[in-house]
């Protein structure tokens, strides 16, 4: 009897002498939220492309990046891929909006340009891939080159209906939203490629 109940007790505290271990060791893995900040980079970061680009709106550029997970750990470059990620999923939503407005459209203009349109936003997620690819192999030039090729694929998604006189682009707030979240893209390799 004497024997389990020393044998328990030093159990007990081998246990204890365990917890503790791992505990600290949790603890020095782990960093507090506040040392792993960046200190408001995406504030900063939004405030310095509004300033440089009047196209660039400042709360949308702060809760776009807002949205974007560890957006509050992330360096300039993170906030790149960041932007160009969610300027991605956007296109692909986008594209798919075309497609099913191309479905259901009756007069033959519009369907002819939704096609276009289609094929646009494709073609813009296959450079948002090639940015986020070039912001993480900070070749920032070639992110640059892809962010404005998106946006001009936006851009000649609205003239198609721009074009004709009765015809108006049912696709105007994705075409804003995806050259607003390209612009804020755009602005992080200035930022990137000035230092
Ligand atoms: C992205 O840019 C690079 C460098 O300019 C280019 O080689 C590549 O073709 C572009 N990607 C797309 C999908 O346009
Ligand atoms: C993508 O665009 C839609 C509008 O088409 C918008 O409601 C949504 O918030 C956008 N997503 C992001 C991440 O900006």
């Known amino acids: 009897m004497k024997v389990s109940a020393a044998l328990i007790m030093s159990s007990l505290v081998v246990h204890q002498a ?10 020095q893995a782990i960093p507090s939220e506040a040392a792993r900040s960046n200190g408001g980079l995406v504030a900063k970061t939004c405030k ?16 776009s990046l807002q949205s974007g997970k560890h957006s509050n750990t992330a360096d300039l470059r ?10 991605r999923i956007n296109a692909t939503r986008s594209r798919r909006k075309a497609q099913n407005l191309k479905k259901k ?8 340009r939704l096609a276009d349109c289609e094929e646009l936003f494709q073609l813009a997620v296959s450079s ?5 690819r070039a912001f993480r192999g900070e070749r920032y030039d070639d992110a640059n080159i892809n962010l404005s090729a998106a ?7 609205d003239d198609g209906f ?6 108006v682009s049912p696709l105007t707030k994705e075409t804003r939203n995806l050259k607003g979240l390209c612009a804020v893209g755009l602005g992080i390799t200035w930022l990137l490629t000035r230092r």
């Open 18 to 27: 365990i917890f503790f271990v791992l505990f600290f060791c949790i603890n």
């Open 48 to 63: 310095k492309i509004a300033a440089d680009d009047p196209a660039v709106d400042y709360a949308f550029c702060l809760t």
């Open 78 to 87: 993170g906030l790149g891929i960041i932007a160009s990620n969610l300027a």
């Open 105 to 112: 459209a009756t007069d033959l203009y519009d369907k002819t």
């Open 128 to 132: 948002l891939r090639d940015s986020t």
């Open 151 to 157: 946006m001009t694929d936006a851009e000649t998604c």
């Open 162 to 167: 721009a074009e004709m006189e009765g015809h």
